[in-house]
Nanobody, 130 residues
Framework: QVQLVESGGGSVQSRGSLRLSCAASGDTSSIACLGWFRQAPGKEREGVGVIDLDNITSYAESVKGRFTISQDKAKNTLYLQMNSLKPEDTATYYC????????????????????????WGQGTQVTVSS
């Protein structure tokens, strides 16, 4: 089992910044992929980005160039740095952990599919006002 606890959400004005953290505990040695997802009211949960064991990241088009995912393996902590925030970024943000990878382009990679992740945090709210 893996437990995930997010922190760092809050309210910010448009073009502001926030940094989310996700502390992982439990059987983290079995995890191959970590990801951030978000869900706005009335919408499906969507992938924000993922990071693998080699610190290779991929992002949704809507956040590329604004959001950065990183991890501190010594602290078992995942981060999401969000800059240039927009009102449409308002959502509950979830971190997730999974074991599933895909052999793509000569290497094993992670994908931002909710069904690929078996462990989820409780979520943290991010509200961006215009």
């Amino acid at each position: 089992q893996v437990q995930l606890v997010e922190s760092g959400g809050g309210s910010v004005q448009s073009r502001g910044s926030l940094r989310l953290s996700c502390a992982a505990s439990g059987d983290t040695s079995s995890i191959a992929c970590l990801g951030w997802f978000r869900q706005a009211p009335g919408k499906e949960r969507e992938g924000v980005g993922v990071i693998d064991l080699d610190n290779i990241t991929s992002y949704a088009e809507s956040v590329k160039g604004r959001f950065t995912i990183s991890q501190d393996k010594a602290k078992n902590t995942l981060y999401l740095q969000m800059n240039s925030l927009k009102p449409e970024d308002t959502a509950t943000y979830y971190c997730a952990a999974g074991r599933l990878t895909y052999y793509i382009g000569g290497r094993w990679s992670c994908r931002s599919k909710t069904t690929d992740f078996g462990y989820w945090g409780q979520g943290t709210q991010v509200t961006v006002s215009s």
